[in-house]
């Protein structure tokens, strides 16, 4: 594979037996899509496969949805799913590319040495008839040892100051929401922008449910007015594709300074933060 963050169907039905490979289903749905991550997990999974609840693993003291957990509580709660120090970790979901890069960055970011992406994601291990199974996987604990890489995750002052400072802040959310034309999906939050963001919709760098090529992606970029060779903090709606973006920018070889883990959400409902509407 060009990309060296993705791996084929091909490659990982051939090494589903190695014995240091985890697989790992990253399952996520939006409210309104209606679907559930575990339900599916549940009714049928790559063999082998344990099941990443991207809103039970994470901080359950923050009132902001699926924020970064702690480190030990990260570690407790991957070591139980068998994840554990020198895996190699392949990481898909059920959509193809939407919630499986925001877990990939989450043990990036936790000191993962060795993760990747399955390219194409489930749909696409289904429409090669490659193997299925609803038979539930038998786990070993492990130990996960937790390195957080503290730069790779801007808070809300980082971000405050990233605008200020001139560091691009690119948000993946889509156009019509970024323009505040187009209702949020949390009750209560208001659409529009940071002043300053720029937008690139994490829907725009993926075809077909896997990630464009690189001249795709620059050329979608750098119509947004954003410089890959400048700092960029990538953005969304509640930190899981803004990951998609950063998966984008690994794949320019210019990896984003960091990600904002609170992003709309923390944001839009933080008293004295400026929201904008309208183009930028």
Known sequence: ??????????????????????????SWYLPAQNRSGRAEYEAGHIPGAVFFDIDAISDRTSN?????????????????????????????????LFSAPRVWWTFRTFGAQDVVILDGGAPRWQAEGRPWTDEPTRIRPAVFTPRLHHAAVASLDDVRAALANGTQVVDARSAERFRGEAPEPRPGLPSGRM??????????????GRLKSPEEIATIFA??????????????GSGVTAAILTLALESLGRPAKALYDGSWTEWASTPGCPVAQGPR
């Not at 060009?2 to 985890?22: F, Y």
């Not at 119509?223 to 969304?236: H, K």
Request: aromatic share 4%.
């Open 1 to 26: 594979m060009a990309n060296p963050h993705l791996v084929s169907t091909e490659w990982l039905e051939t090494h589903l037996a190695a014995p240091d490979l985890v697989v790992v289903d990253a």
């Open 223 to 236: 119509q947004a007015g954003v410089d890959p060779s400048r700092p960029v903090v990538t953005s969304c």
């Open 195 to 208: 002043p300053g963001a720029f937008n690139v919709p994490a829907t725009s760098v993926i075809a077909n």
């Open 64 to 96: 902001l949805p699926h924020m970064l957990p702690r480190p030990e509580d990260f570690a407790r709660a991957v070591g139980a799913l068998g994840i554990g120090d020198g895996k190699r970790i392949v990481v898909y979901d059920g959509a193809g």
